[in-house]
């Protein structure tokens, strides 16, 4: 079974920068995605940034050129540098990994972490 673990999230003011790590444990045989999410109160789940196994990666248009996704494979390890951040990034983020076929199981499926809080103060 996989389990994606977050941390890096805490409280900053505008300006400032964080970065989330997620670690997947377990044994993965492939994936499309890493990536990460974010929900803010009301509103509903949005991407924020993906990678594939190759390392292409994509973004949101409120994000791009501020946050930057990267890969570390033999960690099964993706991280989200932000910078440059805003109160409108405030929401809470969720690790993302998509498509994943893993031992014990025949299909691939999605698994999500278990979110952390980002605050961004003005």
């Known amino acids: 079974q996989v389990q994606l673990v977050e941390s890096g999230g805490g409280l900053v003011q505008a300006g400032g920068s964080l970065r989330l790590s997620c670690a997947a444990s377990?044994?993965?045989?492939?994936?499309?995605?890493m990536g990460w999410y974010r929900q803010a109160p009301g509103k509903q789940r949005e991407l924020v940034a993906t990678?594939?196994?190759?390392?292409?990666?994509n973004y949101a248009d409120s994000v791009k050129g501020r946050f930057t996704i990267s890969r570390d494979s033999a960690k099964n390890t993706v991280y989200l540098q932000m910078n440059s951040l805003k109160p409108e990034d405030t929401a809470v983020y969720y690790c993302?990994?998509?498509?994943?076929?893993?031992?014990?199981?025949?299909?691939?499926?999605?698994?999500w972490g278990q979110g952390t809080q980002v605050t961004v103060s003005s």
């Open positions: 990678i594939t196994s190759g390392g292409n990666t």
């Open positions: 993302n990994l998509d498509s994943a076929l893993v031992p014990g199981f025949p299909y691939p499926r999605d698994y």
């Open positions: 377990g044994s993965i045989f492939r994936f499309n995605t």
